[in-house]
């Protein structure tokens, strides 16, 4: 059974901080690329970062600069280090796991920047 258990959402002042991690179980997670997606109320789920099983990474230009993603496989987890976070960061954040016709999601966190 597979399982992508997120964590470390929650709300934070805007240009502040915040990370938040993805454990995933029931899956090879090193030889899978991994992804963080956030969607807002009323909007379609958009690709924040990807990291792939070489760990070569990919950003939403939205975000350049400002988020990191990593993954460590001996813990089966990735991580997304949100700096200088902005009020329309503001979204729950979805990590997936894909690899060829796989597609893993798991249940979200919510990520709110607010003063």
């Known amino acids: 059974q597979v399982q992508l258990v997120e964590s470390g959402g929650g709300l934070v002042q805007p240009g502040g901080s915040l990370r938040i991690s993805c454990a995933a179980s029931?899956?090879?997670?090193?030889?899978?690329?991994m992804g963080w997606y956030r969607q807002t109320p009323g909007k379609q789920r958009e690709l924040v970062a990807l990291i792939g099983s070489s760990s070569t990474t990919n950003y939403a230009d939205s975000v350049k600069g400002r988020f990191t993603i990593s993954r460590d496989n001996a813990k089966n987890t990735v991580y997304l280090q949100m700096n200088s976070l902005k009020p329309e960061d503001t979204a729950v954040y979805y990590c997936?796991?894909?690899?060829?016709?796989?597609?893993?999601w798991g249940q979200g966190t919510q990520v709110t920047v607010s003063s």
């Open positions: 997936n796991a894909a690899m060829g016709s796989r597609d893993y």
């Open positions: 029931g899956i090879t997670f090193r030889i899978y690329v």
